[in-house]
């Protein structure tokens, strides 16, 4: 046990260390991941109505949902897409979308056209949400939370990633209530909140 051969055994970690973290900072440098980008482009609500006799939302919620991959460097595979709405932070909804699983190359932008959030639930809400709903009747725009839910791996290069953590993108919508899907609803289009997708520390696939 020489003195020297002790300092060795220290500092070997502590190189291993560093070789592991210039790695990876190199790696990122080479592909900077940004986040996908999702936007509700158009909406269209043709029902909304709720009954406080039996406690029942009656909704029909069409959308249509733009993905962009701003990455050159970074594929991603949707592997599962859920859509679920909530209205005063009930949830009312929860559709899981047929598109997935699907793959979005680099720079690429996907449309969802269509989305139908259609059905009926038992919905109980308090004095103030229903004096919230009275308002929003009477103005005839409805507040309602998307919030989607996805599974995503990513290609980088060649490297094709296991499962991300689950994230969830929060879309605040105002939504006019229309007669019809086909006339225009006066629907603005409106950017979701994105929450970390690809770049959140906590949810970075398990290697
Ligand atoms: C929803 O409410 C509107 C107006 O309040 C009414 O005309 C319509 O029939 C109702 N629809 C259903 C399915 O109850
Ligand atoms: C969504 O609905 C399915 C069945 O309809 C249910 O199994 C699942 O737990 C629901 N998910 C959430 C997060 O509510
Ligand atoms: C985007 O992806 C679709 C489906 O894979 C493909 O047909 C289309 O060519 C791609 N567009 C670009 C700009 O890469
Ligand atoms: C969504 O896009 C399709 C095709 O572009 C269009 O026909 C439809 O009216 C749009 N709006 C909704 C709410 O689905
Ligand atoms: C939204 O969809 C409606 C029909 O559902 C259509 O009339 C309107 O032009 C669309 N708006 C946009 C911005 O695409
Ligand atoms: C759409 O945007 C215009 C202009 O900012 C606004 O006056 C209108 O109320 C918005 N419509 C909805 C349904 O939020």
């Known amino acids: ?112 056209n269509h989305v139908l959030v259609e059905g009926q639930q038992l919905a109980v809400f308090g004095e ?10 009477a103005a005839g725009v409805y507040s309602i939370d998307v919030k989607i839910s996805l599974r995503v791996r990513a290609r980088f290069g060649k490297i094709k990633t296991p499962d991300y953590g689950p994230s969830n993108i929060n879309c605040n919508l105002k939504v006019p209530l229309s007669l019809s899907e086909t006339l225009p609803s006066g629907f603005n289009d409106t950017k979701c909140r994105n929450v970390h997708v690809l770049t959140n520390p906590s949810n970075l696939p398990r290697i």
């Open 1 to 112: 046990m020489t003195p020297r051969g002790g300092t060795r055994c220290l500092y070997f970690p502590c190189n291993a260390l560093l070789c592991l973290v210039l790695t990876m900072f190199i790696f990122w440098l080479i592909f900077l991941p940004k986040e996908p980008q999702f936007t509700v482009s158009n909406a269209s609500l043709t029902r909304f109505n709720f009954t406080d006799t039996d406690n029942t939302l009656d909704y029909n919620l069409a959308l249509n949902i733009t993905i962009r991959n701003p990455n050159k460097r970074v594929g991603i595979y949707y592997r599962r897409i859920q859509v679920f709405a909530n209205y005063r932070k009930k949830r009312f909804a929860n559709v899981t979308l047929p598109w997935a699983p699907f793959y979005q190359g680099h720079k690429n932008t996907t449309i969802l």
């Open 128 to 137: 103030h949400d229903l004096s919230q709903f009275k308002s929003e009747t």
